[in-house]
């Protein structure tokens, strides 16, 4: 009587079909591919989130280095390699990769290899990209190298306009007709405030006026 009860039990127990098991397979698998997509999107979100973090804060960084190093604008103009020409304290050059060079009071941690606070600053555009050069020395040597730094990627186009003492605005420097200055003192002249207008992918355009100091 026991055996027989026992055998009627396992008779009674049976496995999952075929098709149970297909079904199963399915809705497991459209559970994963739901979960990765999830994942996946929330991957590039946060890919976008950091991105756009990063294109703001070099965004920043450069308007707050264009804004400080124009503000201590100084007269003083520089000699080339050879010692021949002057080039004057700003000189602006819109349309080229090399839009402004400029003669900087400040700088900081001057020494024996550095006796004056002046600095020749250059603002060059490379594929996009916005360069600050800054020269060792004012009067060029030959064979001098300038300490690169990339400010911010991604730029499309970066213009300068100068207002004059006559209250008049100029996207040339120095400007075509000096009278106040006269000849010998064009390369000296600085503008009363300069206008820099950015324009970047990431983050569209930045304006700012720096008024120059004396």
């Known amino acids: 009587m026991g055996y027989r009860g026992q055998g009627a039990a396992v008779k009674r127990t049976r496995g999952f079909t075929l098709l149970e098991l297909l079904v199963a397979l399915f809705v497991s698998a459209v559970m994963f591919a739901i979960g990765y997509a999830g994942l996946a999107q929330v991957a590039a979100n946060r890919a976008q989130i950091l991105e756009s973090q990063r294109s703001l804060g070099e965004l ?24 021949r020409s002057v080039a004057p304290a700003l000189l602006a050059a819109p349309g080229t990769s090399s839009p402004l060079a400029f ?23 490379e594929n996009g990209m916005l360069v600050r ?3 060792p020395a004012l009067d060029r040597a030959q064979g001098a190298q300038a300490a690169r730094r990339v400010l911010m990627r991604g730029v499309r186009t970066l213009r300068f306009r100068f207002l004059d003492t006559r209250g008049e605005w ?29 324009e970047s992918e990431a983050q569209g355009v ?5 008024e120059v100091a004396g």
């Open 60 to 83: 920043q960084r450069a308007v707050r280095v264009l804004g400080n190093d124009l503000s201590q604008l100084d007269p003083r103009p520089i000699r080339d390699e050879l010692g």
């Open 103 to 125: 003669t900087r009071s400040g700088r900081a941690g001057a020494s024996a290899h550095a006796r004056s606070g002046l600095q020749r600053i250059d603002y060059v555009l």
């Open 133 to 135: 050069l800054a020269w």
């Open 170 to 198: 100029t996207d040339i420097w120095p400007p075509i007709q000096a009278p106040e200055a006269g000849a010998a003192g064009t390369p000296r002249i600085r503008p009363r405030a300069i206008e820099f207008t950015l």
């Open 206 to 210: 930045v304006r700012r006026i720096v």
